[in-house]
């Protein structure tokens, strides 16, 4: 079993930045994607980005030059910065992991959420 813990949600304003983290704990032979995807009230859940172990990210065209993705493959841990936050962006953040155990079962991952409100 593997563990993801979110960490740095909250209120900003329209226009502000905040940075999200995620830490994978457990069972990890290899990871082999992490990302955030995102769900507001009455929304489905929609992929804001992802990583690769190779370092290539991919962004969904609303966050694209806003949002950057980043990955610590030492720590497990994948980071999302957010700028130039807009209240469009409020909605509740998952961690997504795909994750290869030690068992050699490939598996995926979400986190618990974190909340991000852009407000004024």
């Known amino acids: 079993q593997v563990e993801l813990v979110e960490s740095g949600g909250g209120l900003v304003q329209p226009g502000g930045s905040l940075r999200l983290s995620c830490a994978a704990s457990?069972?990890?032979?290899?990871?082999?994607?992490m990302g955030w995807y995102r769900q507001a009230p009455g929304k489905e859940r929609e992929m804001v980005a992802v990583?690769?172990?190779?370092?290539?990210?991919n962004y969904a065209d609303s966050v694209k030059g806003r949002f950057t993705i980043s990955r610590d493959n030492a720590k497990n841990t994948v980071y999302l910065q957010l700028n130039s936050l807009k209240p469009e962006d409020t909605a509740a953040y998952f961690c997504y992991s795909k994750v290869l155990g030690a068992d050699w079962v490939l598996k995926d991952y979400w986190g618990q959420g974190t909340q991000v409100t852009v407000s004024s």
């Open positions: 457990g069972n990890i032979f290899r990871i082999n994607s």
């Open positions: 990583i690769i172990s190779g370092g290539d990210a």
